[in-house]
């Protein structure tokens, strides 16, 4: 599911104000996201799930490869008083591989697998629990490394008809070793450093606030620890293919909460570095 380099649509101001709830940087598209500004004390909720503000009124919400086409965000002053805001989330067109052939599944894991396995997604599971006070989220994100773009977020095969599973990251062909550095301010929740997770390898991941997390898969080296504090620009790893990966490259994934959010909507156009 390679590609060459692509120049996507850049942060802007989306221009939705329903006073006294605005949004005045995003994208609502699937995929995308927005940070948005209520009044300080206020509760915010995104189709009934509370979300956090920081104490200026401040939140961060994200929308998934797959979100529906609306969302509705509601705002409740300490008196009850409220405010509403329908989005419109934009879908999008993925980039589909039509194979003409069944799925083939991996063989059925044996014991020993499925409890490793196991093991490694209860630690992820955890890492992802783990709420920071950073506040990263309101950075213009940085690429953590540059280079040609070989997997897109979203991309999918569908086999005969049957979708297989979407790529949840993008992708940037590197040579092994290469350094790559914090997106954004953070704090590391994970550091798979010692031995390798069976999928992600080296993984690390990094909470940025407000429950925006980035997840950077197959390193070399990892080159910061669990509790630390990393700031933007920060080298924090370095670019391999352990785990599974048919070759070097970084991998970056970004979830908000269970939404899983395209790099490429958060971070400038990416050029050859």
Known sequence: ?????????????????????????????????????????????????????????????????????????????????????????????????????????????????????????????????????????????????????SGLFGAQRVYQGAPGSYHGGTDVALPTGTPYVAPADGVVVLAVADTPFTQEGHLLMVDHGMGLVSAFLHSSALLVREGDRVTQGQPIGKVGMTGRASGPHLHWGLRWREARLDPLLIAPALSAG
């Open 1 to 149: 599911m390679g590609c060459g380099l692509i120049a996507p649509m850049t942060a802007r101001a989306i221009n939705i104000d329903v006073t006294p709830l605005s949004f005045p940087r995003g994208q609502t598209t699937q995929g995308g996201w927005a940070q948005g500004q209520a009044p300080a004390g206020w509760s915010v909720t995104l189709d009934g799930a509370l979300i956090p503000t920081d104490a200026q009124g401040r939140f961060f919400v994200g929308f998934d490869r797959d979100a529906a086409k609306g969302a509705t965000l509601i705002g409740t002053a300490p008196d009850g008083t409220q405010a509403q805001a329908a989005l419109t989330i934009t879908p999008r067109a993925w980039r589909i591989e039509q194979v003409n052939a069944p799925f083939r599944p991996p063989a059925l894991p044996d014991a020993e697998f499925t409890r490793i396995r196991s093991a490694e997604l209860a630690r992820i599971t955890a890492a992802r629990a783990l709420a920071s006070a950073s506040d990263g989220w309101r950075q213009d994100f940085v690429w953590p490394a540059k280079g040609r773009i």
